[in-house]
């Protein structure tokens, strides 16, 4: 757990937001939080893959968000054996995302420097080290990793002339959605609100005022919300039952 000692663009803290009911998931998040599911094939759950890679990644703490069923995933946290120092918090009332987010950054050990955070359901590889290193050469107040989903279905291509040219089966998105990793700086935790969406409220004021960044995940790299069972089923496949 140590970190480079002449760097300080890394973060090594983060935190993860696990406390989404999952109901999309359903009968898997009957009777456990979202994060708690298991990719089949892996033999570990969504928080257990994120974790180790947040900590090959320099990342020596974690502060992870609990709420629904969040004394499953608290057993299973005291239980595992992990690379990282972890703690959790539970909201005792709804704060919305951006009052969630919040609420969580402040017991991270080290308020005064940057951190990760990343969304519970989101299975993804990447370098951290290129995406802090990213944000720090823009000095930007937060980063948001971008990724170019496949669309689920097939798409047709035409000419000027409305021919049917080509069918594709399953072709990358046109557009940059927000990926669910994001690299913030320490000042960003006093900017969020205390309730509400921070997506609502400061990503804009940050956007206009040109303190937003955002990283497109490099060609290759994997990534995929987990939402539904077919995106399990998917995950599995495309891993082929292995991280």
């Keep these: 757990m140590t970190r480079d000692p002449h760097d300080e663009t890394y973060p090594s803290q983060a935190v993860v937001l696990a406390g989404?009911?999952?109901?999309?998931?359903?009968?898997?998040?009957?009777?456990?939080?979202?994060?708690?599911v298991e990719i089949p094939g892996t033999g570990m759950p969504i928080i257990g893959h994120q974790l180790a890679w947040l900590a090959a990644e320099g990342v020596t703490d974690a502060v992870v968000s609990c709420g629904h069923l969040a004394e499953v995933l608290q057993e299973w946290l005291a239980c595992t054996e992990l690379p990282l120092r972890v703690s959790t918090v539970i909201e005792n009332e709804p704060l919305g995302r951006g009052g969630g987010?919040?609420?969580a950054a402040a017991s991270l050990p080290r308020p005064d420097e940057p951190w990760y955070a990343t969304n519970g359901d989101i299975w993804t590889r990447f370098s951290l080290r290129e995406f802090a290193a990213f944000h720090a050469e823009r000095d930007a107040?937060?980063?948001?990793?971008?990724?170019?989903?496949?669309?689920?279905?097939?798409?047709?291509?035409?000419?000027?002339f409305g021919h049917v040219l080509d069918f594709i089966?399953?072709?990358?998105?046109?557009?940059?959605?927000?990926?669910g990793v994001y690299v913030f700086s320490a000042e960003f935790a006093g900017l969020l609100p205390?309730?509400?969406?921070?997506?609502?409220?400061?990503?804009?004021?940050?956007a206009r005022e040109r303190r937003l960044a955002g990283f497109p995940l490099p060609q290759g790299a994997y990534w995929r919300a987990i939402d539904t069972a077919k995106d399990l089923t998917e995950a599995a496949k495309e891993l082929g039952g292995g991280d």
Excluded: C
Aim: proline share 14%; aromatic share 8%.
């Design 20 to 36: 989404g009911q999952g109901s999309r998931l359903r009968p898997y998040t009957d009777d456990r939080p979202k994060p708690m």
């Design 141 to 160: 107040t937060a980063t948001l990793a971008l990724a170019r989903p496949r669309i689920p279905w097939g798409a047709v291509e035409t000419d000027e």
């Design 101 to 103: 987010l919040k609420y």
């Design 169 to 179: 089966e399953s072709p990358p998105s046109p557009y940059l959605i927000n990926a």
């Design 194 to 206: 205390d309730r509400g969406d921070h997506e609502r409220t400061t990503f804009p004021r940050l």
